[in-house]
């Protein structure tokens, strides 16, 4: 599956923005997704994933901000993010994997299931 993301950009602590993950040549609706990111100097970290049954995952850093939703019509995964703080400064990458269940194991914000990947788009949050 190719990824791409788009919507990155420089945005004021507070603020909001939409990232989206688009696809070509494939039905996301089979696939479960994933919004992750990797902030300079440190790990990559899962953010927010959805099931391919839409169950939904959130870190609880971005609960209540953050919103992962899928347009299967459209082949677009998006990520809504709210009252963006200095945490949100990352290069955000989607991720999609046509056997992994999140639903169904004790980690659903693990990146290693996930067998395809973007390449990013970069958040910058400034105070």
């Known amino acids: 599956v190719q990824l791409v993301e788009s919507g990155g950009r420089s945005v004021q602590a507070g603020g909001s923005l939409r990232l989206s993950c688009t696809s070509s040549?494939?039905?996301?609706?089979?696939?479960?997704m994933g919004w992750f990111r990797q902030a300079p100097g440190k790990e990559r970290e899962g953010v927010a994933v959805?099931?391919?049954?839409?169950?939904?995952f959130y870190a609880d850093s971005v609960k209540g901000r953050f919103t992962i939703s899928k347009d299967n019509a459209a082949n677009i995964l998006y990520l809504q993010m709210n009252s963006l703080n200095s945490e949100g400064t990352a290069i955000y990458h989607c991720?999609?994997?046509?056997?992994?269940?999140?639903?169904?194991?004790?980690?659903?914000?693990?990146?290693?299931?996930?067998?395809?990947w973007g390449q990013g788009t970069r958040v910058t949050v400034s105070s």
């Open positions: 040549g494939y039905t996301l609706s089979f696939y479960s």
């Open positions: 991720a999609a994997d046509r056997d992994f269940r999140p639903s169904l194991v004790y980690r659903p914000l693990s990146s290693e299931p996930f067998g395809s």
């Open positions: 959805v099931d391919r049954d839409g169950t939904t």
